[in-house]
């Protein structure tokens, strides 16, 4: 039928707005294109193949182009037309969210029947000879599988579409166009009419999924009468729903929680996305509501995955708050870039300048103007990393992004040391980064105002107000520019200098044993999870039994007493916080009691059982010294003080101090006077302050990170 359109049918189609969520034909003169030269739109509305098939946008309009997606059915032809519109005059479309790539990726074992068949799947889709294709104004386009799959699923047998898709709204060859309409992203999202969230076409018997997960917004949780046990999810079917990589993909972040109306598709099949957010709530409340079920026991023992949603896939901690981060998004204008990039580390990217530019759009306005989108082979991914960072560093005088630093992963990218390299993030170090603000190794600006400027610190006002800042120039012609800035950067931007104090050197560095329990990036996390935890959990408390070992034959002893140090080395092993009902707090007094049952230094209490406390702070304490281990040494010092560091750290390698940082840092000396930063670290005894408390003026220096 679309292949025998005539030119006025196409040009009708071009004029008008169909959204099938709405069921109404609306027509919009937004979608005519700008006026041009009269030849020019005479060429176009012939649809001459020897025409581009891109004219050039309007910038200064906020200009877009919209696919208007023809009718049709079935396999045949899938035939379109581009018009362009302003978003200034508010045009009537639907936006379309989902992965260039393949939609799937395997969730099950090759021991098993889904495995195998996803296995199929997946060589077929790797060595696939024919090239997918859509007809644009006459023009044969070649698009990635998933696109002509969802544009297949989405047309209407009757009416047209106006649609609006990254992969054939942008000119994706030119680089100009694509990093203003990158820019664009905010509103194009949150003006859509409605989102499609396109998870790909229905396979593992995802109907199943979708059924069920429909089914839950008629789950009273609250319900007395309810039995756990009568809930029956497909479990298979929701591992390979939710391990489809639309959920990984770092892009989608903006694209749904900017839009307005959301709609989640697969194959057929489409439910509100509020719903998932739904499904994660009530999730939680059961989980909870089996921890306190007298028979959890028995029922954790016939039901050992009871999860709807993988708690590895990023998207898991977004769905959790979702009404609350959306509400918060769309109400105010944007958070800060840093806490934007952090929240979405976790997620990945084809390109990796996109673990910045995709999250652009959640952004602040100012934040938006600083960093400037730049897809040309002038930049490297690793200068745009540089100068998001650098940015933070200077407008927020902030050196948070140092905490984010592992030396091994920028082998693969030429950047400075106290750049993080952002494409390579997991889910092991956000989830065990020292970054929370409970710690305040560098104490106070005013402790820093006394180091600094001892004499300065004394004045009585008003006479501080006015001659701190005059004389302060003249003091240390070698220092940062003034008291409360963190650190400057060369003008080539490639050395941070920092003020800070060289606390003490490492003299021991073991590496935990790894494991991949708390890796968002394994696939078949549920299926392997049981199989693997009881190895890992046996590897790490052996190599705990090794450190304490160590601890007792060091000579220096900082804390004191042997029971004191005792004390100190298992708060280490825990980050000195546990894990309570609403974050992380100070571990109670008596877990050390926890740790001594796991390494059998204390006997099993008679009658420990799931639902007792001590059975669950055991599991506390253990599930937290995994995360704090992961990818990290435990280190002892010259001085004696116990800690964890990243894994590459070895003896001659400094923990300083930085003025305005959180946590301590592992430095290693390069020639020239220069550093090469290793990462953060968690030294025991040092984390509030205290180091810097009892620091003298000639014990502070800068260092030079290169």
């Not at 050197?505 to 299926?527: E, F, G």
């Not at 080395?569 to 926890?594: C, D």
């Not at 101090?657 to 020239?672: A, C, D, S, T």
Request: glycine fraction near 4%; include cysteine.
């Amino acid at each position: 039928m679309a292949s025998l359109l005539s030119v006025s049918t196409s040009l009708a189609l071009a004029i008008l707005s169909f959204n099938r969520y709405d069921g109404v034909v609306k027509p919009c003169d937004h979608y005519l294109v700008p006026k041009q030269p009269r030849f020019k739109q005479r060429e176009l509305q012939l649809n001459d193949t020897h025409i581009p098939l891109y004219l050039p946008l309007d910038p200064s309009r906020n200009s877009i182009r919209l696919l208007v997606l023809h009718p049709g059915q079935g396999s045949g032809d899938i035939h379109c037309s581009l018009a362009v519109a302003s978003l200034e005059r508010e045009p009537s479309y639907t936006a379309l969210s989902y992965t260039w790539g393949t939609p799937f990726r395997r969730s099950a074992s090759m021991w098993s029947y889904r495995g195998v068949v996803q296995y199929v799947r997946e060589w077929t889709e790797n060595h696939r000879i024919h090239v997918p294709t859509i007809i644009i104004d006459k023009h044969r386009i070649p698009v990635t599988p998933n696109l002509r799959s969802a544009l297949q699923h989405l047309r209407h047998p009757n009416l047209p579409l106006v649609i609006w898709v990254d992969a054939v709204c942008i000119n994706q060859e030119d680089n100009e166009e694509k990093e203003h309409q990158v820019n664009l992203m905010r509103k194009i999202y949150s003006q859509a009419k409605t989102t499609i969230v396109w998870l790909g076409p229905a396979a593992d018997e995802s109907e199943k999924a979708f059924q069920f997960i429909a089914s839950t917004d008629n789950l009273k949780v609250d319900d007395p009468d309810l039995r756990i046990e009568d809930i029956q999810p497909p479990w298979g079917p929701l591992q390979a729903l939710f391990a489809r990589s639309w959920w990984s993909r770092v892009w989608v972040i903006q694209e749904v929680l900017l839009s307005k109306n959301i709609i989640a598709k697969c194959g057929q099949h489409e439910i509100p996305f509020e719903t998932f957010s739904r499904l994660a709530f009530k999730e939680h409340l059961l989980r909870r509501r089996m921890r306190n079920d007298p028979t959890f026991e028995d029922k954790y023992k016939t039901s050992s995955r009871w999860t709807f949603i993988p708690p590895t896939i990023p998207f898991y901690r977004l769905l959790a708050n979702w009404p609350f981060t959306r509400k918060e998004l769309q109400a105010e204008k944007g958070m800060g870039i840093w806490e934007a990039i952090i929240a979405t580390l976790s997620f990945s990217s084809t390109m990796p300048r996109d673990k910045v530019y995709g999250i652009l759009g959640l952004c602040t306005s100012s934040d938006r103007e600083a960093i400037k989108v730049d897809y040309t082979q002038r930049k490297t991914d690793g200068q745009v990393y540089k100068e998001a960072v650098e940015y933070v560093i200077k407008s927020q005088n902030n050196l948070q992004p140092l905490q984010f630093v592992q030396a091994r992963s920028r082998k693969s990218m030429d950047i400075p040391s106290w750049v993080p390299d952002l494409s390579s993030y997991g889910f092991s170090q956000l989830s065990g980064g020292f970054t929370a603000s409970f710690f305040h190794a560098s104490d106070k600006p005013a402790t820093w105002e006394r180091l600094i400027h001892p004499i300065l610190s004394r004045m009585p006002s008003p006479i501080s107000v006015v001659s701190k800042q005059l004389v302060s120039l003249f003091l240390r012609a070698e220092e940062l520019p003034n008291v409360g800035m963190c650190a400057t950067v060369s003008d080539n931007s490639d050395i941070l200098t920092v003020r800070g104090l060289l606390f003490d050197t490492v003299s021991l560095a073991d590496p935990a044993p790894q494991s991949n329990i708390y890796q968002q990036s394994d696939s078949i996390y549920l299926d392997h999870l049981s199989r693997s935890t009881k190895e890992d959990e046996l590897s790490l408390l052996e190599a705990t039994i090794r450190w304490q070992r160590y601890v007792a034959a060091h000579k220096e002893n900082p804390y004191g007493t042997p029971a004191a140090r005792y004390r100190a080395f298992w708060k280490t092993l825990i980050g000195n916080r546990f894990r309570g009902e609403h974050g992380l707090v100070l571990p109670p007094k008596e877990a050390n009691i926890s740790y001594e049952v796991l390494t059998k230094r204390r006997p099993v209490p008679a009658g420990l059982s799931y639902h007792s406390p001590l059975f669950l702070e055991m599991g506390l304490f253990q599930a937290r010294m995994a995360i704090v281990s992961s990818e990290r040494s435990f280190i002892i010092t010259e001085r004696g003080f116990l800690g964890m560091a990243p894994d590459n750290s070895k003896p001659g390698d400094v923990v300083c101090i930085f003025q305005g940082g959180e946590v301590p840092f592992v430095l290693r000396p390069r020639e020239n006077n220069q550093w090469e930063l290793i990462g953060e670290c968690y030294l025991h005894g040092i984390m509030e302050g205290t180091a810097v408390k009892r620091a003298h003026p000639k014990d502070v220096r800068l260092f030079h990170i290169g």
